[in-house]
Nanobody, 121 residues
């Protein structure tokens, strides 16, 4: 059974940093982080292709968020710096889709449980 174990959600002040972790069981080509707030569509905030090392970031987080991977631990990390109140959301790890330079295709994606990230002003 595919599992995704997430950690790192927390509450921080504006300008603070957090690192989210997502460990998967089994082989996967791509992993991604999404976020969602009430009333808004879920959006991808980053993804990484394990094979090609391609990463993707939307403009809203580019330059502040960095995704990385530890192949041995089968873990993807999302380093989030200079956090803003608008980054407050449920962050969810995902695997099984396809990460490319233009975004993440969710077909076949398995989702994690989600983590709360709260940024206060």
């Amino acid at each position: 059974e595919t599992q995704l174990v997430e950690s790192g959600g927390d509450s921080v002040q504006t300008g603070g940093s957090l690192r989210l972790s997502c460990t998967t069981s089994g082989y996967t080509k791509c992993m991604a982080w999404f976020r969602q707030t009430p009333g808004k569509e879920r959006e991808v905030v980053s993804c990484i292709n394990w094979i090609s090392t391609i990463t993707y970031y939307p403009d809203s987080v580019k330059g502040r968020f960095t995704i990385s991977r530890d192949n041995e631990r089968q873990t993807a990390y999302l380093q989030m710096n200079n956090l803003k109140p608008e980054d407050t959301a449920i962050y969810t790890c995902a695997r099984g889709g396809i990460c490319g330079s233009r975004g993440y295709e969710i077909k076949g994606t398995v989702w994690g449980q989600g983590l709360q990230v709260t940024v206060s002003s």
